[in-house]
T-cell receptor, first 108, second 116 residues
Framework: RKEVEQDPGPFNVPEGATVAFNCTYS??????FFWYRQDCRKEPKLLMS???SGNEDGRFTAQLNRASQYISLLIRDSKLSDSATYLC?????????FGAGTRLFVKA | EPEVTQTPSHQVTQMGQEVILRCVPI?????FYWYRQILGQKVEFLVS????????KSEIFDDQFSVERPDGSNFTLKIRSTKLEDSAMYFC??????????????FGEGSRLTVL
């Protein structure tokens, strides 16, 4: 079983749509959780950290359920510039594990 | 804005040759990492480095790989005898914290390695 699993997509949505991504992790010792964004052939960049209480940053909302070992990302009012691969990332000590990513295409 | 820099941006080498990829982490960061991403695949953890020693390494990071921080600013990844399957983008990253306090990883733009 992969340590971090994501639906690979792609998700094709129109501008203005709301889209949700899910992620599960297998190691209960995982300590911290993140969503990164990766544009084609570029380096990953932090989108947001994920907390059990849930957190929001503008149009983006992230949620963590430790009991279910489940992480989510909600994007509201999608923009063309949101088109990218979204990486679910889990940290355990000195090791940070990336999911394979979910590809999002936002169309005009 | 401080950034992680990597050189070279692209290196082409023959199978069996040694390659050194270089990284300059953000100056006040204490934790350093190498990741690789084979084209079309996920970002894979290779190794983390703190206090001049390896903190953790993955099963990918075998005896062909080594890391070094030779001069207090550069952080290098050496591949002793490259194989075709080593062809990938190699990302260096650094962070201020690690462990339970892990914050953001700052990535360099990557070094693309092509092994022929």
């Amino acid at each position: 079983r992969k340590e971090v699993e994501q639906d690979p997509g792609p998700f094709n949505v129109p501008e203005g749509a709301t889209v949700a991504f899910n992620c599960t992790y297998s190691n209960s010792a995982s300590q911290s959780f993140f969503w990164y964004r990766q544009d084609c052939r570029k380096e990953p960049k932090l989108l947001m950290s994920v907390y059990s209480s849930g957190n929001e940053d503008g149009r983006f909302t992230a949620q963590l359920n430790r009991a279910s070992q489940y992480i989510s990302l909600l994007i509201r009012d999608s923009k063309l510039s949101d088109s990218a691969t979204y990486l679910c990332v889990v940290n355990r000590g000195f090791k940070t594990i990336f999911g394979a990513g979910t590809r999002l295409f936002v169309k005009a | 804005e401080p950034e992680v820099t990597q050189t070279p941006s692209h290196q082409v080498t023959q199978m069996g040759q040694e390659v050194i990829l270089r990284c300059v982490p953000i100056s006040n960061h204490l934790y350093f990492y190498w990741y690789r991403q084979i084209l079309g695949q996920k970002v894979e953890f290779l190794v983390s480095f703190y206090n001049n020693e390896i903190s953790e390494k993955s099963e990918i990071f075998d005896d062909q790989f080594s890391v070094e921080r030779p001069d207090g600013s550069n952080f290098t990844l050496k591949i002793r005898s490259t194989k075709l399957e080593d062809s990938a983008m190699y990302f260096c990253a650094s962070s201020e914290d690690a462990g339970s306090n892990t914050g953001e990883l700052f990535f360099g733009e990557g070094s693309r390695l092509t092994v022929l």
